[in-house]
């Protein structure tokens, strides 16, 4: 049982360069989310999604979008890289019924440098 | 908007002593759920414990354990007989409970737990 699988692990960019980051579940989850975590602090939400084909923003979604065209898949796509991009980046997914949410999952995370 | 704030930046702890973790948080929503978050250097996020707001009594797994204190909004961990193991950051997290909106978690800025052999 996989869980939650991101790629790549680390990627470095240039300023202006775009990219997909991959991010899959095996669990069945219904909801999936995408977070940043800046150097000493603690994640931020970029966006989420509760179903196949849709997705909303969280706290910091500018500069990023997604898609969610399967259950299992929820890319993160970065357009125009700049350097305050630069982060850890995790995926993780939950599963929820009823409003009651039966626990995340994180993935190993994705180290970006964007020079 | 739902605020988490940890005001230990790092702690230290020798070997097999206790530890205590502090977190506070503002909301206010009354159903809602707190979670423990422990990051080792390989990154990898793994739950520690959950608490749900409206359940009184606190949650336990093993050597860890939280004190709740809903009315001061205040959700510390407590952790026994510390191990090598321990050492990591430690994240506290606020979920709401219902209602539509971000579903994702909010989290503090962290503390990083030291154990002194």
């Known amino acids: 049982n996989a869980g939650v699988t991101q790629t790549p692990k680390f990627r470095i960019l240039k300023i202006g360069q775009s990219m997909t980051l991959q991010c899959t579940q095996d669990m069945n989850h219904n909801y999936m989310y995408w977070y940043r975590q800046d150097p000493g602090m603690g994640l931020k939400l970029i966006y989420y999604?509760?179903?196949?084909?849709?997705?909303d923003k969280g706290e910091v979604p500018n500069g990023y979008n997604v898609s969610r065209s399967t259950t299992e898949d929820f890319p993160l796509r970065l357009e125009l890289a700049a350097p305050s991009q630069t982060s850890v980046y995790f995926c993780?997914?939950?599963?929820?019924?009823?409003?009651?949410?039966?626990?995340?999952?994180f993935g190993s995370g994705t180290r970006l440098t964007v020079v | 908007a739902q605020t988490v704030t940890q005001s230990q930046p790092e702690m230290s702890v020798q070997e097999a002593e206790t530890v205590t973790l502090s977190c506070t948080y503002d909301?206010?929503?009354?159903?809602?759920?707190l979670f423990w978050y422990k990051q080792p250097p390989s990154r990898q996020m793994i739950l520690v414990i959950r608490q749900e707001a409206y359940k009184q009594q606190n949650a336990t797994e093993n050597r860890f354990s939280v004190n709740f204190q809903k009315a001061a909004k205040s959700f510390s961990l407590k952790i026994s007989d510390s191990q090598l193991g321990d050492a990591a950051m430690y994240f506290c997290?606020?979920?709401?409970?219902?209602?539509?909106?971000?579903?994702?978690?909010?989290f503090g800025k962290g503390t990083h737990l030291i154990i002194q052999p």
């Open positions: 997290a606020y979920k709401r409970g219902t209602g539509g909106g971000a579903d994702g978690l909010t």
């Open positions: 909301t206010s929503e009354s159903d809602y759920y």
């Open positions: 999604s509760v179903g196949a084909g849709i997705t």
């Open positions: 993780a997914s939950s599963y929820r019924r009823r409003d009651v949410n039966y626990g995340y999952t």
